[in-house]
């Protein structure tokens, strides 16, 4: 019987640090996993990218939320010029390659919506197939198209992609 009061015990014991943390107002301690990918060398890092504000509008009618984005100098300095960005594939077409695809910037997550912003993501247009690979991370050379202003959701293209 004594047994069966001690592990109740126990396991409320490792529980009140946690407990009293959340309670103090203080985060439970945790280590964050979504990171974005690193930066190859020489490249361009997602957080240069994820300055670019969000300008959003809802349309009344449809309710449909709309975004144009608001680029920072550092930002529009890239436009036209060649980048190397790293990033997970999201295949827009069945195949073992692929042309046009969606770089992101953090790891895919669930595969029936899209969970990045439209600063974390980068449309790509390449010169050559790209194995059709969404676990490993890909690094990707192109010129760099500011887009957006038409509320399309896509404010960045890659033109002229190769793997790196």
């Not at 396991?11 to 407990?19: F, S």
């Not at 974005?36 to 361009?44: F, L, Q």
């Not at 349309?59 to 997970?88: H, R």
């Not at 980068?122 to 890909?138: G, Q, R, W, Y």
Request: charged share 15%; aromatic share 8%.
């Amino acid at each position: 019987m004594m047994r069966f009061l001690i592990l109740p015990a126990l396991l409320a014991l490792t529980a009140i640090p946690v407990g009293a943390a959340m309670q103090l107002g203080k985060p439970a301690p945790t280590k964050d996993v979504w990171q974005p990918a690193k930066t190859p060398a020489g490249g361009t890092p997602w957080s240069l990218l994820q300055q670019t504000k969000l300008n959003d509008r809802t349309d009344e009618a449809t309710m449909m939320i709309y975004t144009k984005p608001s680029f920072p100098p550092a930002v529009k300095a890239l436009n036209g010029k060649q980048i190397k960005i790293a990033g997970w594939m999201m295949p827009l077409d069945n195949g073992l390659k692929q042309k046009h695809w969606v770089l992101l910037g953090y790891p895919p997550g669930c595969p029936f919506h899209m969970h990045a912003l439209p600063n974390q993501f980068i449309e790509i247009n390449a010169a050559v197939p790209f194995p059709t690979d969404e676990s490993k991370v890909h690094v990707v050379t192109g010129t760099l198209q500011l887009t957006g202003y038409d509320e399309s959701g896509i404010f960045y293209r890659l033109l002229n992609a190769r793997p790196a």
